[in-house]
């Protein structure tokens, strides 16, 4: 947050330099200015230096600000000018406040003078210090005009296009013996002497404009909602990308939504983009009236008074960096950066995670439900067990179990922030049952016609050798499903791409799964070849023939499935806010 604009009776100055450094210069009409020239400028910096409770310090070579940003920004004004904040503050001693609020939109700080008087110094929403002002200087004290009125109100509708967020400043001079130990409102923030205003612009971070396409992308609808006045907000949700063209449904204010009842809010709220000037209370009614649209609502705060529109959220996010601790108890989520790019990385984290789940899911399921298969059917039949204990063991830990594993860590795929955002009440099995159920039954075929063919053909060969047909059978139904499992284990990459479509990255781009595949296979063949685990396995070496006949079943894990099984995305078109 930097002031950039100040605009006084005496006219309008623009100030240099950026972030919290305190360094720049006050240019008027491209010369420069000498603040301590300019008494007005001055007064200016210095009621809101004082009506201030931010500090910025050189931290690690850095300049930070602690505490609001934007009372930051005056402090770093006010050290441009050379007016040394924290001796000015030691110099008017502060003896009593009133705080912000945001119905009354101004804060009132009041002050002893070296000379011993006291003077309320007031800061707050350019309209709401005009309204409460009959005065202004200029130069010297005067009455505040209509021209003068309106001339200020067009200032700050020009900084506020400009993507400026414009405060009002003021002060009124106090009787000496004043109680300031009772403040009234009515009375101190009445009949105010109007200095003039301060134009600050807070730039959207550069991540910012690429995360808000992202999100929008994803099906995730972002709205801007903001303290600001509407010109303000309009402008800098048309610079992030929130809002293209401003209508009459796209922008809502605070005093719109009070007078709205909560179906007319519920009718009003699917078309709106952008809310300003509205208060915590009005955030609490925005995210439930979403809610009550079965919208997925993430709502976003820093102030103790966010604390309830947190919680009437699904998902409360509080501010890391200028959060309150109230705040941050009450939400689901703290942002350490304050960033909201931020947040769009996390969806796209956790549906690189849900995915990778469902992708192990399907892996697994899909070969137990086929080895399921396959010993029922056979035991129907009369025909001998195609797996042995020891078989089962090896498939789900070795064959099934090291691919699965390098599929949860799968590269994410690059179009994952593409697609609409499921239902989070969907059960996981129902999206793939038709996957595992079809992939199971072609792997059975797979495996059965082999391991039948064998079966019949060794005994007629042996002339009816049923031990050793039992034996062949069954460790050509054992290589069949280790072969189909580890080319499935492919297919299962992406449930919207065939793995020929995704070029040889598809083939490498999971290193480990490719590490696990071979390995499988190694270790799979050391099994059919080496006299000592034909033993441990209970298998025989089986001839070429035999071996091609597992190739050619497991091929169907690709001329199958993914051309017909591989089911479309399913999802309820539910949108984050």
């Excluded at 025909?383 to 594993?405: E, Y």
Aim: proline share 5%; hydrophobic share 45%; charged share 25%.
């Amino acid at each position: 947050m930097t002031v950039t604009r100040i605009h006084s009776a005496n006219g309008t100055i623009e100030v240099t330099g950026a972030g919290y450094q305190p360094e720049g210069e006050f240019m008027e009409k491209g010369e420069k200015v000498n603040p301590v020239d300019a008494p007005q400028l001055e007064q200016l910096l210095r009621i809101s230096a004082l009506n201030n409770d931010s500090t910025i310090q050189l931290n690690n070579g850095n300049w930070v600000c602690f505490g609001d940003p934007t009372e930051g920004a005056f402090v770093v004004a006010a050290e441009k000018a050379g007016i040394p904040v924290k001796a000015l503050k030691e110099e008017y001693p502060r003896v009593s406040e009133i705080p912000f609020d945001s119905t009354r939109k101004r804060m009132t700080t009041v002050h002893r003078t070296p000379e011993g008087n006291l003077v309320a110094y007031v800061k707050g929403a350019s309209e709401m210090v005009l309204e409460r002002s009959t005065m202004i200087l200029d130069g010297e004290v005067r009455d505040l005009t209509q021209k003068d009125i309106d001339e200020n109100l067009a200032v700050m509708q020009g900084m506020a296009e400009d993507a400026l967020r414009v405060l009002g400043m003021a002060y009124k001079e106090l009787p000496d013996d004043y109680d300031v130990s009772a403040l009234e409102v009515d009375e101190v923030e009445a009949d105010l002497v109007f200095v003039g205003l301060m134009g600050m612009i807070d730039p959207a971070r550069e991540e910012v404009p690429a995360a808000i396409k992202m999100a929008a992308e994803a099906g995730i609808r972002s709205v801007m909602v903001t303290g600001d006045h509407r010109i303000t907000a309009v402008a800098i949700a048309k610079q992030i990308g929130i809002l293209r063209e401003e209508t009459d449904l796209s922008v809502l204010e605070g005093i719109e939504i009070e007078a709205l009842t909560d179906d007319q809010l519920d009718d009003t709220i699917e078309n709106v983009r952008v809310c300003a000037r509205v208060s915590p209370e009005h955030k609490m009614r925005i995210a439930l009236s979403l809610k009550r649209l079965n919208h997925i609502v993430a709502m976003t705060g820093d102030g103790v008074n966010d604390a309830p529109a947190l919680k009437a959220a699904d998902i409360g996010v509080a501010m890391g960096i200028k959060g309150t601790d109230v705040t941050k108890e009450a939400s689901d989520m703290v942002l350490e950066d304050d960033n909201f790019a931020t947040i769009v990385h996390a969806i796209k984290g956790g549906r690189e995670i849900y995915t990778n789940v469902t992708k192990y899911i399907r892996l697994m399921l899909a070969a137990n439900f086929d080895e399921f298969l396959e010993i029922t059917v056979t035991a129907v039949l009369g025909l001998p067990v195609p797996f042995l204990p020891i078989h089962i063991l090896w498939i789900n830990l070795v064959t099934d179990g090291l691919p699965a594993l390098a599929l949860s860590i799968d590269p994410p795929d690059p179009d994952i922030m593409k697609y609409p955002p499921r239902d989070p009440k969907e059960d996981i099995l129902k999206r793939f049952w038709r996957f595992i159920v079809f992939a199971a039954l072609v792997d059975f075929i797979s495996d059965f016609i082999p391991f039948f063919w064998v079966y019949i053909d060794t005994i007629a060969k042996t002339g009816g050798d049923f031990e050793l047909a039992a034996a062949t059978a069954r460790t050509v139904a054992f290589t069949s499903i280790v072969f189909f499992e580890f080319l499935l284990a492919y297919q299962c990459r992406s449930e919207t791409k065939h793995i020929f479509q995704m070029g040889l990255e598809g083939w490498t781009a999971n290193k480990m799964l490719f590490i696990s595949v071979v390995v499988g296979l190694g270790l799979q063949f050391m099994i059919l070849y080496i006299p000592a685990f034909n033993v441990i396995f209970h298998v025989v070496p089986l001839t070429g023939f035999q071996l091609l006949l597992c190739f050619l079943g497991s091929l169907t894990a690709f001329l199958i499935v993914p051309q017909r099984l591989i089911p479309k995305r399913q999802y309820v078109e539910h949108r984050r806010v």
